[in-house]
Nanobody
Framework: DVQLQASGGGLVQAGGSLRLSCAAS????????MGWFRQAPGKEREAVSC????????YYADSVKGRFTIASDNAANTMFLHMETLKPEDTAVYYC???????????????????WGQGTLVTVSS
């Protein structure tokens, strides 16, 4: 039974930081590509970041590059997204996802994934 539980969202002022968590159960997170997506009101879902299962390389969308960091704690079977210098345009529901296409060496992250968390809302005020 594969489950992903996203948490850590909330209200933060522009320029601030948040750390999102994604707890996995029913599978070993380290064995799969993992990623984060987001969807803002009235906009399509956007691929944000991923980490590949093999070499653990990372991909970031241009809109978050240099501000967001993806990481995993294998002992806790948990993935994180550390977000810094947040902007109002980062406001969205953030979803963790299991096994997206993730090829950081070619700067490719797919829009599809096999498993999805429920999402956690991040609101950045100005």
């Amino acid at each position: 039974d594969v489950q992903l539980q996203a948490s850590g969202g909330g209200l933060v002022q522009a320029g601030g930081s948040l750390r999102l968590s994604c707890a996995a159960s029913g599978f070993t997170l380290d064995d799969y590509n993992m990623g984060w997506f987001r969807q803002a009101p009235g906009k399509e879902r956007e691929a944000v970041s991923c980490i590949s299962s093999g070499d653990k390389r990372t991909y970031y969308a241009d809109s978050v590059k240099g501000r967001f960091t993806i990481a995993s704690d294998n002992a806790a079977n948990t993935m994180f997204l550390h977000m810094e210098t947040l902007k109002p345009e980062d406001t969205a529901v953030y979803y963790c996802a299991g096994d997206p296409i993730c090829i950081p060496g070619l700067q490719i992250m797919g829009v599809h994934a096999e498993d999805w968390g429920q999402g956690t809302l991040v609101t950045v005020s100005s």
